[in-house]
Each structure stands twice: as structure tokens, then as C-alpha cells.
């Protein structure tokens, strides 16, 4: 206990910084890609980067161009980041190659906006083949993960989809979880090539194809996603960092206020969490007052 002496201590924390993706669009715009993985790259693996000098030498190779990299970045080893690396050299120019032979003058990730994201979606552009990073297809509508792989595996989904599953965000997870596995039924089904998916979900690196996630806001909040019909059109165009659904502002007006929250009962920390999330934008950060 305190002292009687003492007063007692009050916390408060501090406001939070908000996110801003289209910062990160714009540091993609001007650090190259000079590695790439699996699935991106199917012939490099994680082991290689490691043979090849691992992120010290990424980090050394960036550090040769001024801006790329902060040098002078104190580290928990208490030196800098150019302390740190110093030395670290790229041991196999073909996993860690060289700036002037980067896969892209641009970063791997990219922040897409539109109508069906007005508060942003990322995708990893690095893993997207050349002829799929403008595409255009009819919406098919999946309401959850096991919806989705049941309908992938229903034969549902054909070329020239574009899968919208839903209800996978932060507040409609709950918590936002991985949709590794659909993607992997559609590489298994051969369409990882010949289809789009949209989700409010998350995808980690081991995604690759047109794999479009975090839209925010997502489909538990009333977001665009989550009036989006069967035969919908849907257009991703990754140069531009657009991602719409060709529906007019009346269209999407007259579906809001018709839509309806799924009903569901949670209690106990769940509870507490689906009421006070924040979206995908935010960093799914818990935040006051309860949305409704």
C-alpha cells in the first residue's frame, strides 16, 4: 500500500496517434523490393534469406541509399541500426539482391481505397502475378470462413470471381482472424490465378494472389462489404490503389438502410471486446465510448 502520506496515483493514457495508411503508401512508394519469399518467390525460403545474410544484410543494403532507412535509429541493443549491421553484406545477390536489381523500385504492400474500402484494405502486391493486378469480376458473397471453404469446395466459386467473405473483422471475428485457409482451397482448386478475394479478415505472409484484406470499415460495422450482393461488379486495380464496387452512392444509400447487424450474443471478455473494438484502420484498438 501507499504511504498515508502519498496521494494515490491516477493513470491516464495518452491520446492515441491515429494510423495513417496512406503513409504507408507512401514510404511503398520509395523503398524498393530487393527479397522476396515464398509464397511470393516458391523457390526461396526463409532458410535461404538466412544463408544469404539475413535482415542485417537487407537492412546494410538499404542503409546504401540516404532516406531509406533512419542510420542513426537507437535499438534495444542501445546502439544504432547502422551500428548494428555494419559489415552485413548480401552473401547471395539472387535472395538478397542489390538495389539497382531490386524485383521492384516499390515496396511489397500496398493500401487500396475505393467505395467498397473508404478507410483503406492492404494487399501484398509483391505476390500478385502482373495480370492480375488489374481485375474486374462478379461478387459471391460468403458470410464467414467455413462458408467460404464450403463453398470453394461445393465447386461455387469459377473463374472470374471475386469472393467477398464477410464478417471476419476485428468486431465480426471476433478479433480478425487469418483466412489462410480459404486461399489455400482456392490454390488447391487451381483459381488462386483467376480469382480475387475481399475480406474483412486478415491474411500473414504466407498469402499470395489477389488477397485483399482488412477492409475497413469492416462488414460488422455497416461498411460497403457488408452490402455487397451476388453478381456485384468488383474492381481492383493495384497501380491505382483503387478497390470499388460499381454501385452508384444512391444504390449503397438504399442497401444501408435496409441492412441489419447479424444478431449474436457474447459475454465475458468477447463481449467486452466486439463492444469496444475499433476497426482494422485503427490497429484494432480498444476505444470508449461503445459503438452501437
Not at 200 to 215: E, L, P
Request: with cysteine; charged share 25%.
Amino acid at each position: 500500500m501507499w504511504p498515508s502520506s502519498r496521494p494515490a496515483r491516477r493513470f491516464r493514457l495518452r491520446p492515441r496517434r491515429r494510423l495513417n495508411l496512406q503513409r504507408l503508401n507512401s514510404l511503398s512508394d520509395r523503398i524498393p523490393n530487393i527479397c522476396k519469399v515464398s509464397p511470393s518467390r516458391p523457390d526461396v525460403h526463409v532458410e535461404d534469406v538466412d544463408r544469404a545474410g539475413g535482415v542485417s544484410a537487407i537492412l546494410n543494403t538499404l542503409l546504401q541509399k540516404p532516406g531509406l532507412v533512419n542510420p542513426d535509429c537507437i535499438t534495444v541493443t542501445g546502439k544504432t541500426i547502422a551500428e548494428n549491421v555494419a559489415g552485413a553484406a548480401s552473401l547471395d545477390e539472387d535472395v538478397i539482391r542489390p538495389l539497382e536489381k531490386a524485383f521492384s523500385q516499390t515496396g511489397g504492400l500496398d493500401m487500396l481505397f475505393g467505395s467498397l474500402a473508404p478507410e483503406g484494405a492492404v494487399i501484398k502486391s509483391a505476390g500478385v502475378d502482373a495480370d492480375c493486378r488489374i481485375f474486374e469480376g462478379e461478387a459471391i458473397i460468403f458470410e464467414s470462413q467455413d462458408e467460404c471453404l464450403a463453398g470453394i469446395a461445393a465447386g461455387k466459386v469459377r473463374s472470374g470471381h471475386v469472393v467477398v467473405l464477410r464478417y471476419e473483422g476485428p468486431r465480426g471475428g471476433p478479433g480478425m482472424p487469418e483466412m489462410l485457409s480459404p486461399t489455400s482451397a482456392l490454390a488447391g482448386a487451381g483459381l488462386d490465378g483467376s480469382v480475387a478475394l475481399v475480406t474483412d479478415g486478415r491474411f500473414s505472409g504466407a498469402s499470395r494472389g489477389a488477397s485483399i484484406g482488412h477492409v475497413a470499415p469492416e462488414a460488422a460495422d455497416g461498411g460497403p462489404i457488408a452490402l455487397v450482393k451476388d453478381g456485384d461488379v468488383i474492381a481492383v486495380d493495384i497501380p491505382a490503389r483503387r478497390l470499388d464496387v460499381e454501385l452508384s452512392e444512391d444504390e449503397l444509400t438504399r442497401r444501408r438502410a435496409a441492412w441489419r447487424s447479424p444478431e449474436r450474443v457474447l459475454t465475458g471478455v468477447l463481449g467486452r471486446y466486439v463492444a469496444q473494438v475499433l476497426g482494422a484502420e485503427t490497429g484494432a484498438v480498444l476505444g470508449e465510448p461503445a459503438r452501437g
